[in-house]
């Protein structure tokens, strides 16, 4: 739990207010009340247990059934999740404020909205004339990828009038519901370093000369070009299966090429600071 708090006053240094911090924000509550709720389930913390509510018979599209086993209690995760991440906020009544609590919430519910029914098979050779199910919550790999995609459609936002809440910047968008991220600072420019805004730049970068997307060079170098290095690189070769039971195998030297961004130019990047 330190840690995280740590974490959360470097995420309020940087990024402030941006689409960035919204999406920081989200999953860092989405993951805390994915690990809550994991360990209530394991019985890792003596204050939870799985879901009492989960007790007794049920059904679904598939008919009836009994809950059994250990539901994972989401409801709890996200309580408590609330209580201790949004603390911090509750002590400040401004823009960011507003913004941050808005973006835990849509963290938090992320993950409820993977929860999936489990079931399990009984009666005569598996004929599922009796089912027993649990609610258990999905990889969390769901909630990272849909928080990716609200990340993707985040919305800017002002703050209203008496403060306690938020209308869209701009009018022409679409409104922001309870389930999207909100922002309402530009992000700074990714591509120059800014120390005080959190952007490291994207000199000397690491890019892929192949690929058109953010990891290709034309748009991770931002149009400023990149330099190529040749590598020797180790790999195992001449693989041979010796009986009984090895593999050997000989290191042979690949040449391989990696390409980093350049930096700006001097005049440029001065003009930016
Ligand atoms: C580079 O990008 C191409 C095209 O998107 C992809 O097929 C390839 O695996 C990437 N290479 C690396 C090292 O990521």
Redesign the pocket.
């Known amino acids: 739990m330190r840690h995280i708090q740590r974490r959360r006053t470097l995420f309020t240094f940087y990024f402030t207010g941006s689409r960035e911090a919204a999406f920081v924000y989200a999953i860092s509550s989405a993951g805390v009340v994915y690990a809550l709720t994991r360990a209530c389930s394991q019985g890792e913390l003596k204050t939870c247990n799985c879901d009492p509510h989960k007790r007794g018979r049920s059904s679904d599209d598939r008919g009836e059934f009994d809950w059994g086993g250990c539901s994972d209690n989401i409801n709890y995760g996200i309580k408590f999740a609330k209580a201790f991440i949004d603390a911090k906020e509750r002590t400040v009544r401004d823009a960011r404020a507003v913004m941050n609590l808005h973006n835990n919430r849509c963290g938090r519910t992320a993950v409820k909205r993977f929860m999936k029914l489990e079931c399990k098979c009984h009666g005569v050779s598996g004929s599922c004339t009796l089912r027993t199910c649990w609610m258990a919550m999905s990889d969390f790999r769901k909630t990272g990828d849909y928080l990716r995609r609200k990340y993707n459609g985040a919305i800017e936002v002002t703050m209203n009038q008496d403060g306690t809440g938020f209308a869209e910047a701009n009018k022409a968008f679409r409104k922001a519901t309870k389930n999207d991220l909100v922002y309402f600072e530009n992000s700074p420019d990714y591509c120059l370093q800014d120390k005080a805004a959190g952007s490291l730049g994207t000199a000397g970068r690491v890019c ?1 000369k ?2 058109r ?1 953010t ?1 290709g060079c034309e748009v991770m170098c931002c149009g400023r070009g990149y330099d190529t290095t040749r590598v020797k690189q180790i790999i195992k070769c001449e693989c041979k299966f010796k009986w009984c039971c090895n593999v050997e195998c000989k290191d042979c030297e690949k040449a391989v090429d990696i390409h980093t961004c350049k930096a700006p130019k001097r005049a440029e990047w001065l003009d930016q600071t």
């Open positions: 892929n192949t690929s997307g990891d």
